[in-house]
C-alpha cells in the first residue's frame, strides 16, 4: 500500500520540485569585451548566482548584441550607452527592446591623451600630428565610440588614421607610450579604470562630436512580463561613480572577473539593495 501512495505521490513531488526551480529562472546576459559591461555583468552573475539564479553569459560584439536581444535569443545587456552611442542600434531595433534601468548617468567618450602631452583639443591635432604618428589607438570597429572617432576624423579633418584593435591592444600601447613618455591619443570613455592608473586628460571636443550617455541596461521584449523578480533586480541595478571606479579597479587586477567581482560583492553586499 505504501508503494503505491509513493507512486501516487511522485508525480507530485516533480511538479512541486519543478516549480521551485521555476522561481529561479535562467537568465542569460550579453555583454562587450570592454571593462563596464565585463564589471557590471559579472557582478550582476555574483549577485544574481549568491541568491540561487542560473546564470549564462556570452560576449559578443555590440550589433549582434543588440540583434540578439531583437530577436529574443538573450535576455540582458548591461552596457547601452544610450541615447548616442548606441543610436544606430537602438534606431534599428528599439521596438524590439526595452529599457529596465540607468546604471551609471555620467557616460562620457572622446580622445585622451596623457596630462604631459601639451595640448588640450581636438583642433589642435593635426599640427602635432607627428608627435602622434598620425594615429589614434582605438577597439573593435563594431563600438560606439569607433563610429564617433571616424566621424570626428571628418568633422575636424584629421589627418590620423584610427586603429581599431581590442581594448586590451589599446591600453597596452597607453602604458608602452607612457612608460617611455612618448605623445599618443587614444579613444577614452568614463567610467574607466584607466583613469585611475594613468595621469590622462580628454581632448576639448568644440564641435560636440563626443556627447554625454547614460549606461542604461536593456533587455528583450516581453523580458518584464516573464520574469518580474528579474527585471526588478535590473532595474534597481544602479551605481555611482565611487563605487564603478572601485567595481573596475577590482575586476581589472585578476585574468578572471567573477574572482573581482565577487571581492567587490563581499566589501558592499549591504550598499547593493537591488533584491529589496
Known amino acids: 500500500m505504501k508503494k503505491y501512495l509513493l507512486l501516487l505521490l511522485l508525480p507530485l513531488f516533480i511538479l512541486v520540485s519543478s516549480c521551485e526551480r521555476r522561481t529561479k529562472q ?3 546576459i550579453l ?19 549568491d541568491k540561487g539564479y542560473t546564470v549564462r ?5 555590440p550589433g549582434p548584441i543588440f540583434a540578439s536581444l531583437s530577436r529574443g535569443d538573450a535576455d540582458i545587456y548591461m552596457c547601452a550607452w544610450l541615447p548616442y552611442t ?9 521596438k524590439k527592446l526595452d529599457v529596465l534601468g540607468t546604471i551609471f548617468n555620467d557616460g562620457i567618450t572622446g580622445l585622451v591623451v596623457p596630462t604631459y602631452v601639451d595640448i ?12 602622434f604618428g598620425e594615429k589614434i589607438y582605438g577597439i573593435a570597429s563594431g563600438a560606439g565610440i569607433y563610429k564617433n572617432t571616424e566621424i570626428a576624423i571628418e568633422e ?20 608602452k607610450a607612457v612608460n617611455h613618455s612618448e605623445w599618443i591619443v587614444i579613444t577614452g570613455w568614463k567610467p574607466h579604470f584607466i583613469w585611475s592608473d594613468f595621469a590622462l586628460k580628454p581632448l576639448a571636443d568644440p564641435k560636440g562630436v563626443y556627447p554625454t550617455d547614460r549606461i542604461e541596461t536593456i533587455s528583450r521584449k516581453g523580458f518584464a512580463k516573464d520574469k518580474p523578480e528579474l527585471a526588478s533586480f535590473f532595474s534597481k541595478f544602479s551605481l555611482d561613480e565611487r563605487l564603478v571606479n572601485e567595481l573596475m579597479n577590482d575586476v581589472a587586477i585578476d585574468r578572471d572577473p567573477e574572482v573581482g567581482a565577487k571581492k567587490f560583492y563581499d566589501k558592499h553586499k549591504s550598499e547593493l539593495n537591488f533584491f529589496d
Do not use: C
Open 31 to 49: 555583454y562587450p569585451n570592454w571593462a563596464d559591461g565585463i564589471s557590471f555583468t559579472y557582478l550582476a552573475k555574483v549577485m544574481l548566482e
Open 156 to 175: 575636424y579633418q584629421l589627418d590620423f588614421k584610427q586603429m581599431a584593435s581590442s581594448e586590451t591592444s589599446m591600453i597596452t600601447a597607453l602604458k
Open 57 to 61: 553569459l556570452k560576449r559578443l560584439e
Open 120 to 131: 588640450n583639443s581636438i583642433e589642435e591635432l593635426n599640427e602635432n600630428k607627428d608627435k
Open 86 to 94: 548606441h543610436k544606430n542600434y537602438w534606431d534599428r531595433y528599439e
Open 26 to 28: 535562467d537568465v542569460l
